[in-house]
């Protein structure tokens, strides 16, 4: 919180400065007391490591709400809303005209994406000197499995050397592509965390650059791939990288989303006869929503003109989301292609004869061998994760009487996307903003945790009754 300080400096608004310093103050009063209060050293099962990780999101949420709050640039539900977005790489916004913030809280909401990105626990561990079970237990707490190093400890501090490398190259793009170098820096931290906060209410079509739209496509495709794949290239082992499931997957649905759209939206010309400039836009939100970053080039407002295909489509690729291990959100690919595997196997099982035996493996990283036990809570995930859906666009409906809108905004904010049609605004009714908070928390913490800690919650009430 000090360092957007920094900025309130340089770009000379010292109205932010005594907001952000009270806000980190009170950061640091809160911490303070959370240490006398927990001094007693435990070790963590991993159901205790599940709920610490799910509280700290809501707890680091709403402190760094406060420097929107006491800005005076938004109300605390609205600041809360924002910094959840944030941390959540979410991207969707509770500031009704982009063109008008500052560079400092513009700075502040692109630096909670970035932090966001590779998550709050996570870069905790990065830091951390101790290692074992407990820390083990909060690396998966948060939804994470891959391993660079048989240490924890290295495999965080590698992947967050990774990211750093990243950053600095998105920067340096963004400006030889044109962009000024706030904005540079801005869309380096929100491509990257595949979070899709802009600067401008026009989004990245306010640029109207192709080169700068290449370049955005590129860092949300490198965000929204596995970090163990990233750290395998690095190692020259090309191969392993077009080999994966999930890199299959994800071009594979590029391409024919993109084919779908285009032809779609040229059929309707919705760009005139220019197919090329109807490819250009159609392959932005394909990549945009493949990837759960939730920039957008499509002409105002948004999505809501696009035919009904276009949208059923960009909504199916929001739901199936990035690479796990990424900064991208949705069911992830590797849960999809291991799912369609699944019934490929199952399918081929009616026909081999009954003593047969059908080795199931797929190569995610490494060569995986699939159990039956694999598939079984991949497919309770898919299935939890849908009935989520279902009952938040329920919700939705209550206050709002557009179902494919409803579809569309549900599905981007619980995948972690921030694609908007318009329906989420300052004015939202409560119960829709906190609806889509808990989407963003679900979403990015990948349900289980959240579900435990409320189950856990009502069994607790029941108890003391």
């Given at each position: 919180m ?7 400096f340089i770009?000379?608004?010292q ?7 009270s806000s980190a ?5 809160i ?6 209060i ?19 999101w ?7 709400a406060?420097p ?17 977005s ?8 509770m ?11 513009n700075?502040w909401r692109?630096?909670t994406q970035w ?5 709050i626990?996570?870069?905790v561990?990065?830091l951390?000197?101790s290692?074992?079970?407990d820390?083990?237990r ?12 048989p ?7 590698i992947?967050v050397y990774i ?5 600095l190259?998105?920067i340096?793009?963004f ?6 170098i ?13 979070g899709g906060?802009?600067?401008?209410n026009?989004s990245l079509l306010?640029?109207n ?13 490198v ?5 163990a ?12 990288y077009f ?7 994800a071009?594979?649905l590029?391409?024919?989303g993109t ?8 059929k ?6 220019d197919?090329?400039?109807t490819?250009?836009?159609?392959l ?7 990837s759960?970053t ?5 002409f105002?407002?948004g999505?809501?003109?696009w ?15 990035a690479?796990s291990g990424?900064?991208?959100?949705g ?12 019934i490929?196997?199952?399918v081929?099982?009616f026909?081999?004869p ?9 190569h ?5 061998p ?7 809570i991949t497919g309770?995930f898919?299935?939890?994760y ?6 938040s666009?329920?919700?939705?409906l209550?206050?709002y009487n557009?179902i494919p809108?409803?579809l569309f ?9 921030g694609l908007?049609?318009?329906?989420m605004t ?5 119960p ?6 808990i989407n963003?928390w ?8 959240v ?8 069994q607790n009430?029941i108890?003391r009754?």
């Open positions: 000090l360092i957007p300080i920094l900025v309130s770009y000379g608004e109205q932010y400065i005594l907001p952000f310093l103050i009170i950061s640091v009063i911490g303070i007391i959370c240490i006398r927990f001094k007693k050293e435990t070790n963590l099962s991993l159901k205790v490591a599940m709920i610490f990780s799910t509280l700290v809501v707890i680091v949420s709403a402190i760094s406060l929107f709050f006491l800005s005076g640039e938004l109300s605390y539900l609205n600041a809360y809303f924002e910094a959840m944030g941390f959540t790489t979410t991207g969707f916004s500031f009704s005209n982009l063109d008008e913030v500052s560079y400092t809280i700075f692109a630096f932090l966001g990105g590779l998550g626990i996570f870069l561990l990065a951390l000197r290692t074992g079970a820390v083990i909060l690396y998966l707490a948060e939804g994470r499995e891959e391993r660079l190093r240490s924890i400890k290295k495999t965080t501090r992947i990211y750093f490398s990243f950053t190259i998105a340096i793009l400006k030889v592509a044109g962009m000024p706030f904005d540079s820096v801005f869309h380096a931290f929100s491509a990257l965390s595949t906060f802009a600067m401008h026009d306010f640029y650059s192709i080169w700068i739209e290449i370049v955005a496509m590129v860092i949300m495709m965000g929204a791939t596995n970090f794949l990233h750290y395998t290239v690095i190692k020259g082992n090309l191969k392993d080999k994966d499931i999930e890199t299959k997957v071009f594979s590029i391409l024919i084919i779908i759209v285009t032809l779609m939206l040229f309707n010309q919705f760009y005139g006869n197919f090329f400039l490819l250009r836009f159609s932005f939100q394909i990549i945009s929503a493949v759960t939730g920039l957008q080039t499509a105002l407002p999505l809501s003109k035919i009904g295909l276009s949208q059923f489509i960009i909504i199916i690729l929001m739901i199936i989301g690479g990424s900064t991208g959100g069911i992830k690919l590797f849960r999809f292609g291991l799912l369609l595997k699944g490929l196997w199952q081929k099982s026909i081999l009954g003593k047969a035996i059908m080795p199931k493996k797929i995610h990283v490494t060569d995986l699939i159990t039956d036990d694999l598939l079984r309770a898919v299935f939890t849908l009935l989520v859906y279902i009952i666009v329920i919700i939705v209550i206050y557009d809108q409803a905004e549900v599905a981007s904010a619980l995948s972690n996307v908007s049609e318009g329906l300052p004015n939202s009714p409560v829709v903003k906190i609806v889509f908070i963003f679900m979403g990015r913490l990948e349900i289980w945790p579900l435990l800690l409320a189950v856990i919650t009502i009430v108890n009754k």
